[in-house]
């Protein structure tokens, strides 16, 4: 394995290798069965071991107990899947190595799925990133900050910008954001207001009760249940002593250059995803290349994603930003 550029301890993969790897269709479902069943094959439906193998087409294994069949997908968010396990293993790669993410054109170019597929697999893959740092684990010094995603005023239509009233971020959608000093995790997530219940609860909910908190200067935050600095960011006052948020504004940097230099537009809709993407990738970014797959991909056990789903109205508007 090569070493990845900017990371020289971590031992990364080129494409060359990873081809190489799985050269068969049996060699890339051997590798997924290893990480989904790391203690062997077990039945996702009822957890028997008491399974076989199948004569049946799409399913592989007989479970003895729940009289079912099931293969390595049951039970993931690949479920249902009729894209071969060979790029599912490709797809896997390409968006555990690209920083800035891969937008669903390339990945239908690169291993061969119409474009509505690509989109599709990375949005499953992304489940493996849902929910990143909810676990109030952070026990800091934690910085906070939060963004806003939208398009520039003077770039909307005329109509559009009439509706808008007030300044900065009016019409755009707010993500907060916390980055744990001590371990360099994130946890992001968009929030409907960046009023102070909202922002309080956000840094109650991923940091520990001991833990220092650093943010900028805005009211919102103001009161918190943790021990908290604030630096005047409108005084031009971004470091004071060990006071800073320059941790977590370096990650919103690569997330508005993938925003606009990768995907080009995201809509509010699934803003979200998009965001915890990216938070799940920078945890596990000191990791080598197949360790990262690894472990994206024994995070999609357990979890689901119907197409309609995924398409549903969750009260965000679904044109691209």
């Known amino acids: 394995m090569s070493k990845g550029p900017g990371k020289s301890h971590r031992p990364g993969m080129s494409i060359i290798e990873i081809v190489e790897m799985f050269p068969t269709e049996e060699s890339a479902q051997e590798w997924f069965e290893s990480v989904v069943w790391p203690n062997g094959r077990h039945c996702p439906k009822c957890g028997s071991v008491h399974t076989r193998k199948a004569s049946h087409k799409k399913m592989p294994y007989w479970c003895s ?24 293993a490709i797809a896997v790669y390409l968006c555990v190595t690209s920083l800035k993410g891969v937008s669903s054109m390339k990945l239908h170019r690169d291993i061969g799925v119409s474009q509505p597929t690509a989109w599709f697999m990375a949005h499953r893959i992304r489940e493996a990133w849902a929910g990143e740092g909810d676990d109030g684990s952070f026990g800091g010094p934690v910085e906070v900050d939060e963004t806003y995603f939208g398009g520039k005023r003077r770039n909307m239509k005329k109509s559009k910008r009439e509706q808008l009233t007030g300044r900065g971020a009016v019409g755009k959608i707010a993500v907060v954001g916390a980055k744990d000093r001590k371990t360099n995790n994130v946890t992001a997530k968009v929030v409907d207001s960046t009023d102070g219940e909202t922002l309080k609860g956000f840094v109650e909910g991923v940091s520990e009760p001991e833990a220092t908190v650093y943010t900028d200067d805005a009211k919102a935050y103001v009161g918190m249940d943790r021990e908290h600095e604030s630096v005047n960011h409108s005084a031009g006052e971004y470091v004071r002593k060990m006071a800073h948020t320059n941790g977590i504004e370096s990650f919103w940097a690569m997330l508005k250059r ?25 945890n596990i970014r000191n990791s080598g290349t197949l360790d990262q797959m690894r472990d994206t991909v024994a995070r999609l056990v357990g979890r689901s994603l119907l197409r309609r789903d995924l398409v549903a109205d969750n009260g965000r508007s679904s044109a691209g930003r």
């Open 258 to 282: 993938a925003h606009k230099g990768t995907f080009h537009k995201i809509s509010p809709k699934h803003l979200n995803r998009y965001v915890q993407e990216f938070s799940g990738r920078h």
């Open 65 to 88: 107990d729940c009289r079912s069949y099931f293969s390595v997908k049951t039970g993931t968010a690949m479920q249902s899947s009729k894209v071969p396990m060979k790029k599912w």
